[in-house]
């Protein structure tokens, strides 16, 4: 059997964090990790998830088997989270607990070559390094659209054009909020266009709400999604905790499905449910119970969420800042104007590969950067790299053995 078994591509990203912690140069920038870190560099454990940790070790729960849907009052809580306290569509959704918000994607992938094979999903270009392998690997076709900027933001005029192609029960891949992998996102009168767009062509949205809180704020960052279930009758919404938590490695997400009528939710969770008793039966339970505490009592949460969030933006106004001072490229302050931990760089393959080589700092190909990756004492120097790189087509190279 295994000598049938064909030769697997590495990962590129998990090549390139290799490739990072054998690099010997002291001096070596790491923008390739999707995870927040804060200005010492490290991933902290929110203070939140620690008491509210020390509240379930202390109160020893069972360790029993739990539903398939996952912990309920997470599931509440996600749900109240993604579309408001007073949402219509609270009345008309099922949320069930997945492994992570990948878990979620697969979950509602499934789902939808369940119920609609034949339907594509049209997924953004540039787009989220997984989304396309996770519904290929579900047996669906999946298409691109442009997901680009013009002069002031979004060029929605592309996504509009491409979306053209699209036919009545095709599936539309959004991003909830800071973009991954651009930063760019649409504005509020852009999201009501999208909104209408799907209505009028019978298009389902999926969106995947992976940063929540890291944009503009936790409720300011659900509002495209809100208006959505507002306007559409059905919608698929995959969700995570990693990052707003900062609950990683505990795969703690969920999958939910609005339906256009309260008695179709039976059988949409008897379905969810059928596909996870396939694929790992039920979810881990000790993220979703932190998860659930910080509903319960959210005001130590969302404070230093918040000042994560802020650590962002003002990463992104000090490079910028920076770019500007050492005359950079205009292109450059395009950075100012998105959102989130991720953006693209204006940069090709070869100028990534240069800055590795000649400057120790390490992005994606394609020129993702991961802005909350970026210590202070970095700034300037990688200002100056960027200049570098992109003026001038020849580097002498200073790679420290």
């Known amino acids: 059997m295994l000598?049938?078994?064909?030769?697997?591509?590495?990962?590129?990203?998990?090549?390139?964090?290799?490739?990072?912690?054998?690099?010997?140069?002291?001096?070596?920038?790491?923008?390739?990790?999707?995870?927040y870190r804060?200005?010492?560099?490290?991933?902290?454990?929110?203070?939140?998830?620690?008491?509210?940790?020390?509240?379930?070790?202390?109160?020893?729960?069972?360790?029993?088997?739990?539903?398939l849907s996952g912990n309920l009052a997470f599931n509440d809580g996600?749900?109240?989270?993604?579309?408001?306290?007073?949402?219509?569509?609270?009345?008309?959704?099922c949320t069930i607990q997945t492994v992570?918000?990948?878990?979620?994607?697969?979950?509602?992938?499934?789902?939808?070559?369940?119920?609609?094979?034949?339907?594509?999903?049209?997924?953004?270009?540039?787009?989220?390094?997984?989304?396309r392998p996770i519904m290929a690997a579900a047996g669906l076709t999946v298409r691109a659209f442009r997901w680009q900027e013009n002069e002031t933001g979004l060029d929605l005029d592309a996504v509009v054009a491409d979306l053209e192609e699209a036919s009545r029960g095709d599936?539309?891949?959004?991003?909830?909020?800071?973009?991954?992998?651009?930063?760019?996102?649409?504005?509020?009168?852009?999201?009501?266009?999208?909104?209408?767009?799907?209505?009028e062509r019978g298009l389902i949205p999926l969106i995947d709400m992976a940063y929540q809180g890291f944009g503009d704020g936790i409720e300011q960052d659900a509002a495209g999604l809100r208006h959505f279930a507002q306007e559409l009758d059905t919608m698929?919404?995959?969700?995570?905790?990693?990052?707003?938590?900062?609950?990683?490695?505990?795969r703690t997400g969920a999958a939910m499905v609005i339906a256009p009528e309260r008695n179709l939710l039976g059988n949409i969770r008897a379905t969810l449910e059928r596909i996870t008793r396939a694929n790992y039966s039920m979810p881990p339970e000790h993220g979703a119970a932190i998860a659930a505490h910080l509903f319960e009592s959210p005001g130590m949460w969302l404070s230093e969420l918040e000042a994560s969030r802020r650590r962002v933006a003002e990463v992104r106004r000090d490079l910028t800042a920076a770019l500007a001072r050492c005359g950079a490229p205009e292109t450059f302050q395009a950075l100012r104007r998105q959102?989130?931990?991720?953006?693209?760089?204006?940069?090709?393959?070869r100028q990534m590969g240069r800055l590795r080589e000649d400057f120790?700092?390490?992005?994606?190909?394609?020129?993702?950067?991961?802005?909350?990756?970026?210590?202070?004492?970095?700034?300037?120097?990688?200002?100056?790299?960027?200049?570098?790189?992109?003026?001038?087509?020849?580097?002498?190279?200073?790679?420290?053995?």
């Open 339 to 349: 959102k989130g931990m991720f953006s693209l760089l204006p940069l090709d393959q």
């Open 360 to 401: 120790s700092v390490y992005g994606t190909a394609n020129g993702r950067i991961n802005i909350a990756g970026l210590l202070p004492g970095d700034v300037e120097r990688l200002a100056e790299a960027l200049r570098a790189v992109s003026s001038s087509p020849y580097l002498v190279h200073a790679r420290a053995g």
């Open 78 to 93: 996600m749900s109240r989270l993604l579309l408001g306290d007073e949402a219509e569509a609270l009345d008309r959704q």
């Open 171 to 199: 599936v539309v891949l959004l991003h909830g909020c800071c973009h991954n992998p651009t930063g760019i996102d649409p504005t509020s009168g852009q999201w009501r266009r999208l909104a209408m767009l799907c209505k």
């Open 38 to 67: 804060d200005a010492s560099g490290q991933t902290p454990v929110m203070q939140a998830v620690q008491d509210a940790e020390a509240r379930l070790a202390s109160a020893a729960a069972s360790k029993s088997y739990r539903a």
């Open 100 to 131: 992570g918000g990948t878990g979620a994607l697969r979950i509602l992938a499934d789902f939808i070559a369940l119920v609609s094979p034949r339907a594509t999903v049209w997924n953004t270009n540039p787009g989220y390094v997984n989304h």
């Open 3 to 35: 000598a049938a078994l064909p030769i697997a591509d590495p990962d590129p990203l998990w090549a390139l964090i290799s490739a990072f912690r054998q690099d010997r140069r002291t001096d070596k920038i790491d923008l390739v990790v999707g995870v």
């Open 236 to 250: 698929l919404v995959a969700a995570s905790c990693s990052k707003n938590m900062g609950l990683y490695c505990e």
